[in-house]
């Protein structure tokens, strides 16, 4: 093709045919511009489609990662409303004065209040595309922001699960080791193997020591249910904000899948 042009223009030139000679050559760089731009689009088309496809193999992986979290959220959320139920039950007996004649219902109720956790959220691709520097491949601002922020609703959460765990320890468990026969919990308790899914193994008769309900502090025992349903409360309703974005997110989530 460029020695056909070549020629034409040669040919002009022996003819002494300059205005045609300038025409021709003026209407060649066109020609030439034109299929630069036309490479360029498509170069810049094929590059737009490999980041729209990036984009959404991000949002897909995202969307993954947020649904499992709210299903482990809800678990939560779920147990811990066990924990308040629970919490409420005991101060019932204790206000009852009728502790010893409901000692079986409370053994199983001191277990139910010792049984949780902090939320353990996972952040494997929120946090790849931020410390990779690819959070720009995703093109929704509201999205990018609240990726952003997400770890800030998660130091939130953790602060308030944090502070049971340490009361817990601290107050709760001392105060009930020392006033309760607790391995009685064992006759209740059912925790799975993870690896292969069997129940571990416990105890399957009460303990032979009994509370001693005459000489037992009603009130230091009140005070350390109600620091536990309290602190609960709280961890419920950091874990109910963590819920809402989740549901937030998702929602930005799946308009973007829907549009690409």
Same mark, same amino acid.
């Given at each position: 093709?460029?020695?056909?042009?070549?020629?034409?223009?040669?040919?002009?030139?022996?003819?002494? @045919?300059?205005? /045609?000679?300038?025409?021709? #050559? %003026?209407?060649?760089?066109?020609?030439?511009?034109?299929?630069?731009?036309?490479?360029?689009?498509?170069?810049?088309?094929?590059?737009?489609? @490999?980041?729209?496809?990036?984009?959404?193999?991000?949002?897909?992986?995202?969307? /993954?990662?947020?649904?499992?979290?709210?299903?482990?959220?809800?678990? +939560?959320?779920?147990?811990?409303?066990?924990?308040?139920?629970?919490? %409420?039950? %005991?101060?019932?007996?204790?206000?009852?004065?009728?502790?010893?004649?409901?000692?079986?219902?409370?053994?199983?109720?001191?277990?139910?209040?010792?049984?949780? #956790? #902090?939320?353990?959220?996972?952040?494997?691709?929120?946090?790849?595309?931020?410390?990779?520097?690819?959070?720009?491949?995703?093109?929704?601002?509201?999205?990018?922001?609240?990726?952003?922020?997400?770890?800030?609703?998660?130091?939130? #959460?953790?602060?308030?699960?944090?502070?049971?765990?340490?009361?817990?320890?601290?107050?709760?468990?001392?105060?009930?080791? @020392?006033?309760?026969?607790?391995?009685?919990?064992?006759?209740?308790?059912?925790?799975?193997?993870?690896?292969?899914?069997?129940?571990?193994?416990?105890?399957?008769?009460?303990?032979?020591?009994?509370?001693?309900?005459?000489?037992?502090?009603?009130?230091?025992?009140?005070?350390?249910?109600?620091?536990?349903?309290?602190?609960?409360? +709280?961890?419920?309703?950091?874990?109910?904000?963590?819920?809402?974005?989740?549901?937030?997110?998702?929602?930005?989530?799946?308009?973007?899948?829907?549009? /690409?």
């Amino acid at each position: 093709m460029i020695k056909l042009f070549r020629k034409i223009r040669q040919n002009l030139l022996s003819e002494g @045919k300059t205005g /045609k000679y300038f025409k021709y #050559a %003026i209407g060649e760089i066109v020609l030439v511009v034109i299929g630069i731009l036309i490479a360029l689009g498509i170069n810049n088309w094929n590059e737009n489609r @490999k980041d729209h496809n990036s984009e959404k193999a991000v949002l897909m992986n995202l969307k /993954k990662e947020f649904q499992l979290n709210l299903e482990m959220i809800n678990n +939560y959320l779920e147990g811990d409303y066990e924990i308040v139920k629970g919490c %409420i039950k %005991i101060t019932d007996i204790i206000r009852s004065n009728n502790l010893e004649n409901e000692s079986n219902k409370l053994d199983s109720l001191l277990y139910v209040i010792e049984n949780f #956790a #902090a939320f353990p959220a996972k952040t494997g691709v929120v946090d790849e595309l931020i410390n990779s520097g690819k959070l720009n491949i995703i093109t929704n601002d509201s999205l990018r922001m609240k990726l952003t922020g997400w770890s800030s609703f998660l130091i939130n #959460a953790k602060e308030d699960s944090e502070y049971r765990f340490e009361n817990y320890h601290l107050n709760l468990m001392p105060f009930l080791i @020392k006033n309760f026969p607790l391995a009685n919990g064992e006759l209740n308790k059912k925790m799975e193997n993870v690896i292969t899914g069997d129940l571990l193994p416990n105890y399957k008769e009460q303990s032979q020591f009994k509370a001693d309900y005459s000489n037992l502090n009603l009130m230091e025992f009140e005070n350390v249910i109600w620091h536990q349903k309290h602190n609960t409360d +709280y961890v419920i309703i950091e874990n109910y904000t963590l819920k809402k974005e989740i549901l937030s997110i998702l929602k930005i989530i799946e308009r973007e899948l829907t549009n /690409k």
